[in-house]
C-alpha cells in the first residue's frame, strides 16, 4: 500500500514563514502534488514536482528529493487567508494518486 | 466554482433510502472520479472513469454504485447505507487519466449524513 505522513496541524503568526513536511513511501513515483482546501470548500490544485529540486509559485513554493521520499510545502508572507487544510498526493506508476490526511494550518494576527 | 459542480451539497438519508449524487464537468476532461473525504482522514479514491469507462474500482462496497454516461456528468447511486459512510464525498476531472500531470479538478463536495 500507500503510504503518505504530514503533520496533522500547524500554527503561525501573520506575515511569517511555515514549512510543511511530507514523506511518502510508494510503489513507484510518477509525481508529487500539494492542493489546498478551505472549509467546505473544493481541494484546489497548488504545485506539482515530479523532478527533485524547488519550484516557486508566487508566496508558495514546494521542494522534492525522491531519493529521501521527502516533499515541503513553504508558505511565505503568511496571510490570514492561507488558513486552510495542505494536501500533500503521489502518483504511482500505475497513475494512481494517493492523498495524505492533510494538515491544518491556522494563521492568527 | 472550480468547474466541477456538485449536487445536493448536502444530503441526510435513512439507512434504507435510495439517493443519488451528481457531479458535473464542462472543462473538457475525459477523465471523472470519486473520492470519499472523513475527518482526520485521507481521500480515498472509490472510481475512476476515463473515457466513460471504468478503470478502478477500489473495492468500494456495492451499496455504492457509480455510473458515467458521458464524459461531463458522473453519479454515485446510493442505497442501503450505513452510518459509517457519512463522510463528504468529493468529485474530479482531469483531463486524460495517463496523461502528463494530470491535475485534478475538484467539486466542493456532497457533505452525507447517514442516520
Known amino acids: 500500500g500507500q503510504n503518505i505522513d504530514q503533520p496533522t496541524e500547524m500554527t503561525a503568526t501573520e506575515g511569517a514563514i511555515v514549512q510543511i513536511n511530507c514523506t511518502y513511501q510508494?510503489?513507484?513515483?510518477?509525481?508529487l502534488f500539494w492542493y489546498q482546501q478551505h472549509a467546505g470548500e473544493a481541494p484546489t490544485f497548488l504545485s506539482y514536482?515530479?523532478?527533485?529540486g524547488l519550484e516557486e509559485k508566487g508566496r508558495f513554493s514546494s521542494f522534492l528529493s525522491r531519493s529521501k521520499g521527502y516533499s515541503y510545502l513553504l508558505l511565505k508572507e503568511l496571510q490570514m487567508k492561507d488558513s486552510a487544510s495542505y494536501l500533500c498526493?503521489?502518483?504511482?506508476?500505475?497513475?494512481?494518486?494517493?492523498f495524505g490526511a492533510g494538515t491544518t494550518v491556522t494563521v492568527r494576527a | 466554482e472550480t468547474g466541477v459542480t456538485q449536487t445536493p451539497r448536502h444530503l441526510v438519508m435513512g439507512m434504507t433510502n435510495k439517493k443519488s449524487l451528481k457531479c458535473e464537468q464542462h472543462?473538457?476532461?475525459?477523465?471523472m472520479y470519486w473520492y470519499k473525504q472523513s475527518a482526520k482522514k485521507p481521500l480515498e479514491l472509490m472510481f475512476v472513469y476515463n473515457f466513460k469507462e471504468q478503470t478502478e474500482n477500489n473495492s468500494v462496497p456495492s451499496r455504492f454504485s457509480p455510473e458515467c454516461p458521458n464524459s461531463s456528468h458522473l453519479f454515485l447511486h446510493l442505497h442501503t447505507l450505513q452510518p459509517e459512510d457519512s463522510a463528504l464525498y468529493l468529485c474530479?476531472?482531469?483531463?486524460?487519466?495517463?496523461?502528463?500531470?494530470?491535475?485534478?479538478?475538484f467539486g466542493a463536495g456532497s457533505r452525507l449524513t447517514v442516520l
Open positions: 514536482n515530479v523532478l527533485d
Open positions: 510508494t510503489s513507484g513515483f510518477n509525481g
Open positions: 472543462l473538457g476532461h475525459n477523465a
Open positions: 474530479a476531472s482531469s483531463q486524460d487519466e495517463g496523461s502528463g500531470a494530470n491535475v485534478l479538478t
Open positions: 498526493a503521489v502518483r504511482d506508476n500505475d497513475y494512481k494518486l494517493s
